[in-house]
């Protein structure tokens, strides 16, 4: 999706430029005499377009530089901003432009379970520039006001996706932290019969273009009430859509039997579709391989994986998103104790099972624990022995370990890339009364300024 | 910006290349062809055209003001400090200028500048700024307002 908005944004930026280019180049080539016949209505000509309003373009340019929180007080300034923050062309050109003019600031949204005693958990976005050298890490908490009840928690995060994310737990939500937008999901429709159960879910969240939608897909595992006994590789599949603010159950379900490790802490959105890695029992033996599934088809697919690691119980896989989200990758690395290298699988070409490669491997790293996160093509994020958050960045040059100083209790701490957008939760006036607002406080767990 | 003795012997004994520009108030300004390549739409046509240099170069929409302060910040290889010494309308000209002339590295210094004077500002500041009539009724604006109140907290003072 953003790839795909970015290229054409491209596109259109070197089609103007072009134009520009051509156009200016055969005005110049008009007689001068024109020109300095004008000339001493310049002085007049330049005090009038000073008085009047910037082109739109330079207006879009210096705007797309603003946080989000700011743009929203410019909708104030008059009617011609409003129209043009409003547009959704502008929207999703500020989501690619804005943030790609921040490579060097680093934001994460970062969800964590503090204490041992209580299920409360914070989201904090961290914030750090890369060539800080003091090491400065500062963060600020979003404090959703009706949220902050003792019974309420957030164990996993997927986004962003054209900066909303969806955060499982009680209630489900889905935010737009950039307008503090909080929006609860209502209860799960029970698609289980009276006859079954489930004890295990996987979550899955993306954008249907078609239908400008956000959705969340849920799968569960199908155990009888009779037996007690589970229905193997079985599942059932729920939507909610955020157009209609429900859920309804998918009638196909997952057409073939499949089981999940584990849902990923990567968000691996890609084509449209959100992934999980899962395997398949080929007479006794375990098959890795990928389950997809399609937002905008509402259809599961079975992506087949190559052998690209020796057993689950030495070392992990997680999924990630590869090439700005063009594809998809796997990086395997050891589970805790074992002193291994680890691997980065690429499918070179997404709509192609057999283009599977190593890309690359990274030497042994002793304090890695668990994959929490992995940018661009070799940054990762890892949590530490001791659940501390840590950066690593592999770029040859640049290669380097950072200490986040920030940790999670009980394997508590999950992290997403934070992006700045105007994409709105609000569907229609019925549903707005229902966003929860919230403020934004510095983090007092970590808090260098103190 | 001051040159260094080196620097300015080598000027004197070398002769920069330069081109003619003709500035919108009619003033003839030479100036050192590494700047004037930064400008693409004069660049352009000096390629284009294999062009007599002598002739100046018309830009009717840039002041003989705005150029020399461009071309400062050009020497200076875009010096933040210098900028800050920029009135207003002097940022605005030198913005407009920018997006005229194509320059792009100076067009994403000067935005990028704007844009971090104005974040923070009230809405007063942002429209005496671009010079921006209020055309909402005070009740659209209280509607605008009150959808999205937590954005006017923490303000900066204009």
Same mark, same amino acid.
């Given at each position: 999706m953003a790839i795909a908005m970015f290229s054409s944004v491209c596109l259109f930026c070197s089609f103007l430029f072009q134009s520009f280019v051509i156009l200016q180049t055969k005005i110049m080539k008009l007689p001068i005499l024109i020109l300095t016949t004008r000339r001493e209505e310049g002085t007049k000509q330049e005090k009038m377009s000073m008085e009047q309003y910037l082109p739109r373009e330079l207006v879009s340019n210096i705007l797309s530089r603003l946080p989000a929180k700011d743009l929203l007080k410019c909708k104030r300034v008059c009617k011609s901003w409003f129209d043009l923050l409003t547009d959704p062309h502008f929207i999703s050109n500020y989501y690619v432009v804005h943030n790609s003019l921040q490579s060097l600031e680093k934001h994460l949204l970062v969800i964590r379970?503090?204490?041992?005693?209580?299920?409360k958990t914070s989201i904090s976005l961290l914030s750090w520039n890369a060539?800080?050298?003091?090491n400065l890490v500062s963060s600020d908490v979003l404090n959703?006001? @009706?949220? =902050?009840?003792?019974h309420k928690y957030w164990s996993e995060i997927s986004g962003p996706c054209n900066g909303i994310y969806f955060l499982e737990g009680n209630p489900n939500v889905v935010i737009n932290p950039s307008l503090r937008q909080f929006k609860a999901l209502p209860e799960?429709?029970?698609?289980?019969?009276?006859k079954t159960y489930s004890l295990s879910d996987h979550s899955g969240f993306g954008f249907d273009s078609k239908t400008n939608d956000y959705k969340v897909v849920v799968i569960r595992d199908i155990w009888s009430k @009779?037996? =007690?006994?589970r229905k193997p590789g079985h599942w059932t599949a729920d939507l909610y859509s955020l157009n209609h603010n429900s859920w309804r159950k998918?009638?196909?379900?997952?057409?073939f039997p499949i089981e999940i490790w584990s849902s990923s802490?990567?968000?691996?959105?890609?084509n449209n579709c959100c992934h999980w890695w899962g395997y398949v029992d080929d007479s006794g033996r375990r098959e890795d391989c990928v389950l997809a599934f399609d937002m905008v088809s509402e259809s599961f697919r079975k992506i087949k994986v190559p052998?690209?690691?020796?057993?689950a119980k030495e070392e992990f896989a997680t999924l990630a998103p590869f090439n700005e989200s063009a594809t998809i990758g796997v990086i395997v690395y050891p589970v805790r104790g074992q002193k291994k290298p680890f691997d980065v699988w690429v499918?070179?070409?997404?709509?192609?099972?057999?283009?599977?490669?190593?890309?690359y491997s990274v030497e042994p790293i002793?304090?890695?624990?668990?994959?929490v996160g992995f940018y661009g093509s070799n940054q990762f994020l890892w949590s530490s022995r001791d659940e501390g958050l840590v950066w690593h960045d592999?770029?040859?040059?640049?290669?380097q370990m950072k200490d986040l100083q920030v940790h999670g209790k009980n394997g508590s701490l999950r992290a997403a890339r934070y992006m700045e957008s105007?994409?709105?939760?609000?569907?229609?006036?019925?549903?707005?009364?229902q966003l929860v607002s919230c403020s934004m406080v510095p983090d007092h767990l970590l808090d260098p300024r103190k | 910006m001051q040159k260094t003795e080196g620097e300015e012997s080598k000027a004197e004994n070398e002769e920069v290349k330069q081109v003619t520009l003709m500035t919108s108030d009619g003033v003839k300004m030479k100036v050192e062809i590494s700047i004037v390549y930064e400008m693409e739409i004069v660049r352009s046509f000096i390629e284009v055209?294999?062009?007599?240099?002598?002739v100046p170069f018309p830009l009717?929409?840039?002041?003989s003001h705005t150029l020399d302060l461009i071309i400062e910040l050009v020497k200076n290889e875009y010096d933040d400090e210098f900028m800050k010494t920029f009135s207003h309308d002097e940022l605005k000209e030198v913005l407009v200028a920018a997006n005229y002339l194509n320059m792009k590295t100076l067009l994403d210094f000067i935005a990028t500048a704007i844009a971090n004077l104005l974040e923070k500002k009230s809405v007063e500041f942002i429209r005496n700024f671009f010079n921006?009539?209020?055309?909402?009724?005070p009740e659209e604006e209280a509607e605008i307002r009150k959808t999205n109140e937590?954005?006017?907290?923490d303000l900066d003072e204009d």
């Open positions: 379970r503090p204490f041992l005693s209580n299920l060539n800080d050298s003091k959703p006001s @009706e949220y =902050n009840s003792e799960f429709y029970l698609s289980g019969s009276s @009779e037996t =007690n006994e998918l009638g196909a379900a997952i057409p802490w990567v968000y691996t959105y890609v052998r690209i690691r020796g057993s499918m070179k070409d997404y709509w192609d099972e057999g283009s599977w490669v190593r890309k002793e304090e890695i624990h668990k994959l592999c770029e040859p040059e640049t290669e105007l994409v709105s939760l609000k569907r229609g006036n019925e549903f707005s009364w | 055209n294999d062009a007599d240099h002598s009717p929409n840039v002041s921006i009539v209020n055309d909402f009724t937590w954005v006017f907290q």
